[in-house]
Nanobody, 116 residues
Framework: VQLQASGGGLVQPGGSLRLSCAAS????????QNWYRQAPGKQREMVAI???????DYADSVKGRFTISRDNAKNTVYLQMNNLTPEDTAVYYC???????????WGQGTQVTVSS
């Protein structure tokens, strides 16, 4: 299983980015995907989740600004991030959890920096 995250970068406050996580070796649509982030000196925190059924949930800090979605044909999960603030600066990671919750796969992180 490989998860390839991309789309990070430097953006000004109020800007937007879209992160992508392309999967190979596993079918996303029958499993659960999460986006996590880890800021310097802080613990990794879950940002968004999308289930095999398409249900989504978000951390309170990003509700209304971030949207997780999945393209089953491309076997890719996305995180659309709008109205970014410096507090969103972190390394963002995608992960896939098997439907039976027994196995977790992590992608490499992608850096998001929000700064003027």
């Amino acid at each position: 299983v490989q998860l390839q995250a991309s789309g990070g970068g430097l953006v000004q406050p109020g800007g937007s980015l879209r992160l992508s996580c392309a999967a190979s070796g596993i079918i996303l649509s029958i499993n659960i995907q999460n986006w996590y982030r880890q800021a310097p000196g802080k613990q990794r925190e879950m940002v968004a989740i999308i289930t095999h059924g398409g249900s989504t949930d978000y951390a309170d800090s990003v509700k209304g600004r971030f949207t997780i979605s999945r393209d089953n044909a491309k076997n890719t999960v996305y995180l659309q991030m709008n109205n970014l603030t410096p507090e969103d600066t972190a390394v963002y990671y995608c992960n896939v959890v098997s439907r039976d919750l027994r196995t977790t796969y992590w992608g490499q992180g992608t850096q998001v920096t929000v700064s003027s």
